[in-house]
């Protein structure tokens, strides 16, 4: 809905070969958070000791076509740094060494490097889940991300049709986690503030959700929603975003999708109307609020009286000295469009349809008050309800509960995997920039 607009947003490549990491940067990686010391409480039955007993002597990591994983689990051990997490804290060179001696295919040895390894791992995907927020605000404490137990984690690695490929993929992770750690373990960047942009987003990968049924990711960076499902990315679509000003921009957050409303009113916020709506009136008159289907009502509470807009002083609504109540009824010139999604924040902030679909074709699409506009809203109330929203009648406002609430997380990520590529993207809310600069980074690594 805002008219100021914004150049195509610049993005880089580098090619990234997925396998094992040979070797990694021998410097600290900037703005990783290291993991509490304090090791999380077990439930009873849940340790490693218990899947072990559950398994009635077969190995999990010496079974058979599996002889890379334990190489693979080892090597990304060696690397927790790049998660901001210390090597030490699994007995890396013990197990080396205990690798080492089972190579000779002793049963013994073999035994012992298997606990060592299943210990290890547990250890180090518990940490890695347990992840700091890194700007995402979890507004409902069920989706912070979950801290399996180590019996868990094991029985899932334990079940992947690929034990290496488990490993290679970090599947106990976002799917985004270990492309983004491979590019920054294997050099796959071009500057020191590529290195740390990396670092960054990987923090913000660790805050996204490894295994639900169903959920959105909203990318604020990169102006686009997706829509996964069983572990899969199904659908992605355009949308537009908060505009670049403070006050505008769409914040990280996480939230359930429960609702759409059908035939939606818009109720304008106080800033918008001062803005946008009330220099129109000034230089139009009051027919620019009959003709774009505005109502002036008396207050923001649930029964609120319509107003004779003529008992106003527009220019002082333009100026800011009076705040007023605005509502735009539904039909064609609704800024809501069709639908909108709701889901709690403090914000105000929610998904919806557009009638001004041109702007999603934008290549950067920085255009409104934080809200998210989507580029195909009746695609998404179909995979959501699994069936068309469409409204019975000309009633406004006609609110859909959602049975089954979806979580939606709106991020940030900057260095996003594109097949077997990393694209950097604009820094477009400017909050790369804040974090380099909190890191103490250099003039060097901080500017492009």
Request: charged share 25%; aromatic share 8%.
């Amino acid at each position: 809905m805002r008219e100021a607009r914004t150049g195509p947003a610049p993005v880089r490549r580098h090619s990234l070969i997925l396998g094992a990491v040979a070797a990694f940067a021998a410097a600290p990686i900037l703005f990783a958070a290291p993991a509490d010391a304090r090791p999380p409480a077990v439930a009873s039955g849940q340790g490693v000791e218990d899947f072990r007993d559950s398994q009635r002597g077969r190995l999990l990591w010496f079974r058979a076509g599996e002889s890379a994983a334990p190489q693979r689990l080892l090597t990304l051990l060696a690397t927790a740094e790049l998660d901001g997490l210390d090597p030490g804290k699994y007995k890396v060179k013990a197990l080396a060494k205990a690798l080492r001696r089972a190579a000779g295919g002793d049963p013994d040895d073999m035994r012992r490097a298997d606990a060592m390894l299943s210990k290890a791992f547990a250890a180090y995907a518990r940490d890695l889940r347990d992840a700091p927020p890194a700007g995402m605000k979890f507004l409902d404490p069920r989706l912070q991300p979950s801290v399996p137990s180590p019996r868990a984690l094991l029985q899932m690695a334990a079940s992947a049709p690929s034990l290496t490929r488990f490993i290679a993929e970090m599947g106990w992770m976002n799917r985004a986690y270990a492309p983004l750690r491979e590019a920054l373990a294997s050099g796959r960047y071009a500057s020191p503030r590529e290195r740390a942009l990396l670092a960054i987003n990987l923090e913000r990968a660790r805050a996204l959700p490894a295994s639900l049924p169903r959920y959105v990711v909203v990318n604020a960076a990169e102006q686009r929603l997706y829509m996964y499902e069983g572990g899969r990315l199904v659908d992605s679509m355009n949308v537009v975003v908060g505009k670049q000003k403070p006050k505008d921009r769409t914040p990280m957050m996480a939230s359930f999708l429960s609702e759409a409303a059908l035939n939606p009113y818009w109720n304008v916020p106080t800033d918008l109307a001062a803005e946008r709506i009330a220099p129109k009136v000034v230089e139009q008159g009051i027919g620019y609020l009959t003709s774009n289907g505005y109502q002036l009502l008396s207050d923001w509470g649930d029964n609120p009286k319509v107003l004779d807009p003529a008992t106003v002083d527009w220019q002082a609504v333009a100026d800011g000295r009076i705040q007023i109540r605005l509502r735009q009824l539904p039909g064609p010139a609704n800024s809501l469009g069709k639908v909108k999604f709701t889901f709690p924040n403090p914000y105000g902030i929610y998904l919806h349809d557009t009638p001004d679909k041109a702007l999603l074709k934008e290549d950067t699409r920085l255009f409104s008050g934080g809200c998210i506009r989507l580029e195909d809203a009746a695609r998404l109330g179909r995979w959501l309800y699994g069936k068309p929203l469409k409204a019975q009648s000309k009633a406004p406002d006609i609110i859909v509960p959602l049975e089954r609430p979806v979580p939606v997380y709106v991020t940030y990520l900057t260095a996003v995997p594109r097949g077997s590529s990393i694209a950097f993207l604009q820094d477009v809310y400017g909050w790369d920039a804040e974090r380099l600069a909190a890191g103490g980074a250099s003039e060097r690594v901080s500017a492009r």
